[in-house]
């Protein structure tokens, strides 16, 4: 195989076969052909947004023992992080998004744990979007969910949900894959778009996994795919598995973009950094409030990055920053 025939494949405008995929994702990440696969995802990625990356913002409304028990999430019961259930008032997300969109966000993510009742989030989401501006984008960061419940967060003015197979799904999670993606089809029949990413990589995690997950990924015809490491969380089991550096990370979201058909223009990395940026990244997230990578029950006070600190990442990295709701969504596209 010979990077040069799949750069010219790639750039013909053809999505990458699975045996491409793990021969770039197998790559030395300092290597030359690493460097030049990662120049050639940031030209697509750049190519695709006119040469303006967004900024997108998430905010948990609660937080809980959530008995998933994702091995990586912070909220999982079995890691013994949070043992109270805390939510926020309705007065209080309607203040976070408030915030997001004086700040610029493009999106809003309302993110909920698996286990949070449903009619609740229905409920808050209602008086949230009343209270917001009209053309906020308001994305949902939920749990599974049946055709009835996904026509009922479209009917309450999201236009997209975040919903993800995870890596080693089944196995490190509680969650069986086909309820997972039983979930996106649901989703996709209300009329809602799917963002979702390759996620939580970790060292362990082989170039096949890698690969059939970013075919995974594209098989959903998402609104953006891309790519994210795993947080190690202190004191977990699953922390002893360790981290890939941003530069592996920045290889992956590179890789992940040239095995997206050029109809998803959106390419994601969390958490944000410049070397995701100059790999192909043109979303990041800022983020406030509980978060499944943080033990700060206000992650604004420790990992979560704000929208300004978010913008500054891509202009370091010679973005420019897209102003206005996502064009990401199928439902603001033509803006
Ligand atoms: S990732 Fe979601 S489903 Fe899994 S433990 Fe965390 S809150 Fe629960």
């Known amino acids: 195989m010979n990077i040069e025939d799949i750069i010219k494949k790639s750039r013909m405008g053809e999505v990458l076969s699975y045996k491409e995929l793990v021969y770039l994702l197998g790559l030395p990440p300092d290597s030359r052909e690493t460097y030049r696969v990662m120049a050639e995802a940031a030209h697509l990625s750049r190519r695709l947004t006119d040469g303006k990356a967004e900024v997108h913002a998430q905010f948990a409304i609660n937080f809980a023992p959530c008995p998933c028990d994702c091995l990586f999430c912070s909220f999982a019961k079995v890691n013994g992080i949070f043992n109270e259930a805390t939510e926020l008032s309705t007065e209080q997300a309607i203040a976070y998004v408030r915030q997001f969109e004086t700040d610029g966000a493009s999106a809003v993510f309302m993110m909920a744990t698996a286990n949070f009742a449903f009619e609740r989030f229905i409920k808050i989401s209602n008086e949230v979007r009343k209270a917001i501006r009209p053309e906020t984008t308001l994305f949902a960061n939920v749990g599974d969910q049946s055709s009835r419940n996904a026509v009922r967060l479209k009917d309450a003015g999201f236009s997209g949900v975040y919903h993800v197979v995870r890596l080693r799904e089944g196995e490190d999670t509680a969650l069986p894959v086909e309820k997972r993606i039983q979930s996106i089809r649901n ?3 209300a ?21 059939e997950m970013i075919e995974l990924t594209a098989s959903f015809n998402p609104c953006f795919s891309g790519a994210a490491r795993r947080i190690p969380i202190p004191g977990t089991s699953m922390s002893k598995r360790g981290i890939i550096n941003e530069m592996r990370m920045a290889q992956i979201v590179a890789v992940t973009r040239l095995g997206m058909p050029e109809s998803v223009i959106g390419n994601c990395t969390h958490e944000p950094c410049t070397l995701g940026a100059i790999g192909g990244a043109n979303l990041f997230w800022a983020e406030v409030g509980a978060n499944p990578r943080d033990i700060e ?10 929208v300004s600190s978010l913008k500054s990442i891509f202009e370091e990295s010679n973005w420019n920053v897209w102003s206005g709701p996502t ?3 199928q439902h603001n596209a033509g803006q």
């Open 187 to 189: 989703f996709q029949e």
């Open 191 to 211: 009329g809602l778009d799917i963002g979702t990413c390759v996620e939580p990589i970790g060292p362990e995690h082989t170039n096949e996994e890698l690969a």
């Open 297 to 306: 029950e206000k992650t604004e006070e420790g990992r979560g990055g704000t």
């Open 327 to 329: 064009r990401y969504s």
